[in-house]
């Protein structure tokens, strides 16, 4: 997900327990050169406050918890009129959003007969419906409706614990909706005192948001980190798309930190970038592009007049970031949610064109990342003992997959903690390309950008396939040559303009990727 280039204070809402809590983040002082960032919040709660240090320096931080909480969708991509599904750690939950939109997350069952909610509906009270019998629930999980109920017994049925859906603690942060998955009754009290993983530039005043793209992958979690943690396979997998293979070299990745809290790298011939991995969801790379506007004057005098139109300080640097999570969605399954922040060129194209370039990159390393995976954990291979038995790995560049394959071994677990009753083995290797690449279901659909623009293509190309079929039977009645022309003419566009549509539809569905061909 890198392109190379040649030469506030939030406030977020958690659902606990069924009381709501508010967290107000407080603005981060500045480290010094020996500290790892630190941040504080303030927890607030019946008129009591609390101050908690987050994030400590290696050496004096506790262990992690042992869950964080999961950035699961974008809200711009959430439909706050009907439930939206989704998967972690190999469980089913259920998003949704009532009218006052408070956002909501249950178990995606019903305890009638354990029909999905997914499925079912916002009623007309604000309460997630059934389909199956029209059990109604509020936010906090209560049943405020068995329709089916006698008179003389609907308040004691309707309040048992066993008609209650399950509360998982959702919280809304800089656009996300973050899933905690244990809601037990230990999971959600811990769940009080951890802050989701968010993105410090998007509460920098300078920076834009960028672009945002969400996608679900047919390979696993470790191999999305451990390919995202990896840039010097941008110029072969990604060549013509975000580099080219001519610009591979030696990247010299150095390695300042790996324990609990991560992994932490550094690639200073790659626009003075690090590489930071939050354990275990995010991802972060960060660009200083001081040095490449320097020299390119062009570069240089549009950055120049934006400081000055924006009002930003003489000595801002022209600065941008990667940031990803890595969502364990299931055994050789996950999901990546991207975003893009920087401070310069503070103007975005159309999210659904930016999505056509971001599918295709996730496309270019998509098949062979589905197979090495099942490749590495051939039983001989043993790569949990040594990742060096496995892999042969001799350059610097491979600094970042060492390490987080010892991160995941000596501090992660040795991986996901799948949910109960889960296989934790993968699933059969698939030869499927349209499967694997499948951007309809694992983007197009899911993205509320992506969805109405293949409606709206849809659309036009039945419009101008008409216009073109009435233009060419408009040809065949007597008219004057010029008329002719003319209704040719506007018929021959019209086809041309139906033809990019197909192009462009068949780019949100499926597009092969053979790099032999590229």
């Given at each position: 997900?890198?392109?190379?280039?040649?030469?506030?204070?939030?406030?977020?809402?958690?659902?606990?327990?069924?009381?709501?809590?508010?967290?107000?983040?407080?603005?981060?002082?500045?480290?010094?050169?020996?500290?790892?960032?630190?941040?504080?919040?303030?927890?607030?709660?019946?008129?009591?406050?609390?101050?908690?240090?987050?994030?400590?320096?290696?050496?004096?931080?506790?262990?992690?918890?042992?869950?964080?909480?999961?950035?699961?969708?974008?809200?711009?991509?959430?439909?706050?009129?009907?439930?939206?599904?989704?998967?972690?750690?190999?469980?089913?939950?259920?998003?949704?959003?009532?009218?006052?939109?408070?956002?909501?997350?249950?178990?995606?069952?019903?305890?009638?007969?354990?029909?999905?909610?997914?499925?079912?509906?916002?009623?007309?009270?604000?309460?997630?419906?059934?389909?199956?019998?029209?059990?109604?629930?509020?936010?906090?999980?209560?049943?405020?409706?068995?329709?089916?109920?006698?008179?003389?017994?609907?308040?004691?049925?309707?309040?048992?614990?066993?008609?209650?859906?399950?509360?998982?603690?959702?919280?809304?942060?800089?656009?996300?909706?973050?899933?905690?998955?244990?809601?037990?009754?230990?999971?959600?009290?811990?769940?009080?005192?951890?802050?989701?993983?968010?993105?410090?530039?998007?509460?920098?005043?300078?920076?834009?948001?960028?672009?945002?793209?969400?996608?679900?992958?047919?390979?696993?979690?470790?191999?999305?980190?451990?390919?995202?943690?990896?840039?010097?396979?941008?110029?072969?997998?990604?060549?013509?798309?975000?580099?080219?293979?001519?610009?591979?070299?030696?990247?010299?990745?150095?390695?300042?930190?790996?324990?609990?809290?991560?992994?932490?790298?550094?690639?200073?011939?790659?626009?003075?970038?690090?590489?930071?991995?939050?354990?275990?969801?995010?991802?972060?790379?960060?660009?200083?592009?001081?040095?490449?506007?320097?020299?390119?004057?062009?570069?240089?005098?549009?950055?120049?007049?934006?400081?000055?139109?924006?009002r930003l300080p003489p000595d801002t640097r022209p600065r941008s970031s990667l940031v990803t999570y890595a969502i364990p969605v299931g055994p050789g399954r996950s999901r990546i949610l991207a975003l893009f922040p920087r401070n310069f060129f503070a103007v975005n194209k159309p999210r659904w064109i930016d999505h056509l370039e971001r599918n295709a990159v996730l496309d270019g390393d998509l098949v062979f990342l589905h197979g090495q995976e099942r490749e590495m954990r051939r039983p001989e291979l043993k790569w949990e003992e040594n990742i060096d038995r496995a892999f042969y790995m001799p350059t610097k560049s491979d600094e970042g997959v060492r390490a987080f394959r010892q991160w995941i071994v000596k501090w992660g677990g040795g991986g996901p903690k799948w949910a109960e009753g889960v296989d934790p083995a993968l699933p059969p290797r698939s030869a499927d390309r349209e499967f694997l690449m499948d951007r309809y279901n694992q983007h197009t659909k899911q993205c509320s950008a992506c969805k109405v623009a293949l409606r709206n293509i849809r659309i036009l190309k039945g419009v101008m396939m008409v216009g073109g079929l009435v233009c060419a039977t408009a040809i065949w009645t007597p008219r004057p040559a010029k008329v002719l022309v003319k209704i040719l003419g506007v018929g021959l566009a019209q086809l041309l303009v139906a033809w990019q549509c197909v192009k462009l539809e068949k780019r949100m569905m499926f597009v092969d990727y053979v790099h032999s061909e590229k």
């Open positions: 997900m890198l392109r190379l280039i040649g030469g506030g204070n939030g406030e977020f809402v958690c659902l606990c327990l069924c009381r709501p809590y508010t967290y107000t983040l407080l603005p981060r002082h500045k480290p010094s050169d020996s500290e790892l960032p630190r941040s504080f919040y303030v927890e607030k709660h019946d008129d009591k406050t609390h101050k908690t240090n987050l994030s400590l320096p290696p050496s004096l931080s506790p262990s992690l918890p042992s869950l964080p909480r999961y950035p699961m969708a974008f809200l711009d991509d959430l439909d706050p009129k009907r439930p939206t599904q989704v998967e972690l750690l190999g469980k089913l939950f259920v998003i949704w959003a009532d009218h006052d939109k408070t956002w909501h997350a249950f178990e995606d069952q019903c305890p009638h007969r354990l029909a999905p909610l997914s499925e079912g509906r916002i009623d007309e009270r604000g309460n997630l419906q059934c389909a199956y019998h029209g059990w109604s629930f509020s936010g906090q999980g209560g049943n405020v409706n068995i329709p089916q109920a006698e008179p003389e017994i609907k308040a004691v049925a309707e309040r048992s614990g066993r008609a209650c859906a399950k509360v998982v603690p959702l919280m809304v942060a800089q656009g996300m909706a973050w899933l905690w998955p244990d809601n037990s009754l230990e999971g959600m009290e811990a769940s009080r005192g951890v802050l989701p993983s968010t993105v410090p530039e998007l509460n920098d005043p300078s920076f834009i948001k960028g672009a945002w793209v969400t996608r679900d992958l047919m390979y696993g979690y470790d191999t999305l980190v451990e390919n995202v943690v990896d840039p010097a396979h941008v110029p072969f997998a990604h060549h013509g798309v975000q580099a080219q293979r001519s610009m591979a070299m030696p990247l010299n990745v150095s390695l300042n930190y790996v324990g609990r809290e991560g992994v932490f790298l550094s690639l200073p011939r790659l626009a003075n970038s690090t590489i930071d991995f939050h354990a275990p969801t995010r991802l972060h790379y960060q660009f200083d592009f001081s040095g490449f506007f320097a020299r390119v004057p062009l570069m240089k005098w549009s950055w120049a007049i934006e400081k000055k139109l924006r």
